[in-house]
């Protein structure tokens, strides 16, 4: 399975071409099932965003598998249409066209509803007269038109194309209503069922839009630096990479980039979710979107605008809304199978029922009918995928990336998280507190050796000896990471070593002395780096990292879930420990190379049962990659990192895990609310319709209030875990 997704250019460039088209029969979500299932078969396709209420689909695709998927959608009954060029520009342009469909759909069906109250109200007061039941007929016959030309002509298309589906059901059951003389009925039922639609589908797309409302907080003006200094409002959209733009106080960024004057706070709770403004200067880093609240600033743009790190988690959220859930996908299933069930029980009732239970063949098709509109699924279908929305939705403000709803759901089922220490467990800002020279060599030699290897690294153990030093680097030739072990290099055509204690073991270049003088640097919890040449040590570099508040926190809590925490470091099994100790947790282990990662993620799944991995590096992402669920730190992770996780925590805020389990578990609870009102109120109508007296007005109130339930039930996701902290809380 590939767990990967794809943002930003890098996506368009590898998925070929995105188009967004116009489906005038998809408005609700069990079309937009059947669609799926249409394109199911269709291999290539990268992402589709489905939005109902503008009635538009993307397909993210090359070229051909389009051309393919559009034709599985043609055969399917559909009939899909290219939006013009200008409405190209992603899927939050508004189209005018859209808004207006939007209050002419209303209008209509509030019209018909009109029209099918003053047909009961005639049946009901005006008597039996040839002229009362014409004007009765008329009006009901006017508000079925308003209020279900495109019910009708999509149950039409449907039925031709042999699919039972809901707007088939009801275009039967109102027409049988219609033809043995419940007019006043048929009319009512269609025009709260198309006014029920038009809930549903706005709704799905209150959910659908919850986390794509972020992208309007970048601006959409920058202030550009020119080549003589003065300073030019542009288009965001045009500022190139590396540009200098500046934020005035009060404004928000504009682009993704890094400090180069200035120094100010920053609010960036719309990407981490952070509610306390985090100080920024020279040197660090900003995200679109966020609000500049001190002074102002000047920075360099690292990433263009359809590429800043706001408009990578919406694509993100978007392609996982494009995924479907366990559930959502055991609901599709389920339908499939409930809704043809249904209609082959009304016509059992209708032909077997006259002789059975003595009813009259009216009698028969009006409770056939009847059973018709109850088994409409709308309730069931639009239960799940609301809910997955909105909690996906939820996790996204708060700075938790989810890239599918199956993982969203597979959360609650873990049983251990295994971390990465530097920069996980710890704040992976080590510094440099010690450096020794070893051999009695040129002190000044060595450090310069170590400090060129060093600045050749990423690994933040690295960079704080670099860092530390603060010398100028010699040449470095032939240079080689050496994954979960360190580095090596040569200098002046003599090879050398900057690495671990393993990788010194491995050389064979220990001795009792040098693991006496590690001992007591690892038993303070400090890291320990190692300059060699190929015959010697030559010198000691002691590294300490401090704990990160959240991780005692965090730990705990995961304890109080039932979820037991281990530690997984590439680090001396002594220091691991010491850092484990104090952070809560009790399985420690060190000395771990990113192959003893993978064997680790697959003892604790033997051991405990489903198993997460959170890291931030790229000796992290073979075992991001093989856990059940992988665990990214967004600030400071990689980009390896990111891409091979599966759920990434912007904020690097240990605290936010506990806080996807609970998520998970909540969403998993409202999913089984969902499907259990929805087949529960329908089950007690079937039965009331065959032994009962249920009506069709009955029928459609229960299949409407049971569309509303799960809705509202759904939606109270987006308000997010009640228990969620927030950076002021205490730790």
Not at 266 to 287: H, R
Not at 692 to 719: E, K, P, Q, Y
Request: negative net charge; aromatic residues 4%; contains cysteine.
């Amino acid at each position: 399975m590939d767990r990967s997704i794809s943002s930003g250019p890098e996506a368009e460039r590898s998925s070929g071409t995105a188009a967004r088209f116009r489906i005038q029969a998809m408005d609700c979500a069990a079309e937009e099932s059947e669609i799926r299932r249409a394109l199911e078969p269709v291999a290539g396709i990268v992402s589709l965003s489905f939005q109902l209420g503008a009635r538009t689909l993307a397909i993210s695709a090359p070229q051909p598998v389009i051309a393919e998927a559009l034709a599985a959608i043609r055969r399917a009954g559909f009939d899909p249409q290219p939006l013009a060029p200008s409405a190209q520009d992603g899927n939050r342009t508004a189209d005018p066209h859209d808004i207006e469909g939007m209050l002419g759909g209303l209008r209509r069906p509030v019209i018909a509803l009109l029209l099918a109250a003053g047909a009961e109200g005639l049946a009901y007061f005006g008597g039996a007269g040839l002229a009362v039941t014409g004007i009765e007929m008329a009006l009901a016959a006017a508000a079925i038109w308003l209020a279900g030309f495109e019910t009708y002509r999509k149950g039409f298309s449907a039925l031709c194309h042999g699919r039972l589906n809901i707007t088939a059901l009801m275009s039967v059951a109102v027409t049988g209503a219609f033809l043995i003389g419940q007019w006043p009925e048929a009319a009512m039922v269609m025009a709260l069922y198309a006014i029920a639609e038009l809930i549903e589908a706005r709704s799905l797309d209150r959910a659908r839009n919850a986390i794509q409302s972020l992208l309007a907080l970048a601006p959409q003006q920058a202030q550009l630096r020119q080549a003589d200094g003065t300073w030019q409002t542009v288009a965001a959209a045009d500022v190139p990479v590396d540009a200098i733009v500046r934020i005035r106080p009060g404004e928000r960024v504009p682009l993704d980039g890094v400090v180069t004057a200035g120094a100010s706070a920053i609010d960036q709770a719309p990407v981490t979710g952070e509610s306390i403004p985090v100080d920024k200067t020279i040197g660090d880093g900003v995200f679109a979107g966020t609000i500049n609240q001190a002074a102002e600033l000047e920075i360099r743009t690292t990433a263009a605008a359809d590429d800043s790190t706001l408009a990578r988690i919406i694509h993100a959220v978007e392609q996982a809304q494009g995924s479907r859930a366990p559930t959502q996908r055991f609901v599709d299933r389920f339908a499939a199978v409930y809704t043809p069930g249904v209609f082959a029980l009304a016509v059992a009732v209708t032909l077997l029922s006259p002789w059975l239970m003595d009813w009259t063949w009216a009698q028969a098709a009006y409770k056939a009918l009847v059973l018709l509109v109850i088994a409409c699924p709308c309730a069931l279908v639009i239960s799940t995928p609301v809910t997955v929305v909105s909690a996906l939705a939820s996790a996204a403000r708060r700075g938790i990336l989810i890239k599918g709803g199956v993982y969203l759901e597979d959360a609650r089922k873990l049983k251990a998280i295994a971390f990465d220490k530097t920069g996980t467990i710890t704040e992976g800002k080590p510094k440099l507190v010690e450096s020794v020279a070893i051999d009695g060599g040129d002190v000044a030699t060595h450090l310069a050796l170590a400090a060129s290897l060093a600045g050749r690294s990423d690994h933040p153990v690295s960079r704080a000896i670099a860092e530390g030093l603060r010398l100028g680097g010699v040449a470095v030739g032939d240079f080689q990471a050496l994954p979960g072990r360190g580095v090596q290099g040569t200098v002046d055509g003599a090879a050398f070593l900057l690495g671990n204690h393993r990788l010194i073991e491995d050389r064979g270049l220990c001795s009792p002395a040098l693991e006496a003088r590690l001992a007591v640097h690892e038993n303070q919890g400090r890291t320990v780096t190692l300059l060699a040449s190929q015959s010697a040590v030559l010198a000691l570099f002691a590294v300490a990292d401090t704990i990160k508040g959240s991780s005692r926190a965090a730990v705990a809590e995961l304890k109080a879930l039932g979820v037991t925490p281990v530690l997984l470091s590439g680090d001396n099994a002594a220091t691991a420990r010491t850092i484990a100790q104090h952070a809560g947790i009790q399985d420690a282990r060190g000395d771990l190379l990113p192959q003893d990662k993978l064997d680790a993620i697959d003892t604790l799944r033997r051991h405990y049962g489903a198993t997460a991995m959170t890291g931030d590096g790229i000796n992290d992402a073979p075992a991001l990659a093989r856990a059940d669920i992988g665990i990214a730190m967004g600030a400071a992770g990689t980009d390896t990192a990111l891409e091979a996780a599966d759920v990434v925590i912007m904020n690097d805020d240990l605290r936010r895990i506990p806080e996807l389990i609970r998520l998970s578990r909540r969403t998993h609870s409202v999913l089984w609310q969902n499907i259990s009102l929805a087949l529960g109120i329908k089950a007690v109508f079937l039965w009331l319709a065959i032994f009962g007296n249920a009506t069709m007005w009955m029928a459609v109130f229960a299949d409407m209030g049971a569309s509303l339930l799960v809705v509202g039930n759904g939606l109270r996701l987006l308000r997010g875990d009640s228990r969620a902290l927030t950076s002021e809380d205490p730790l």
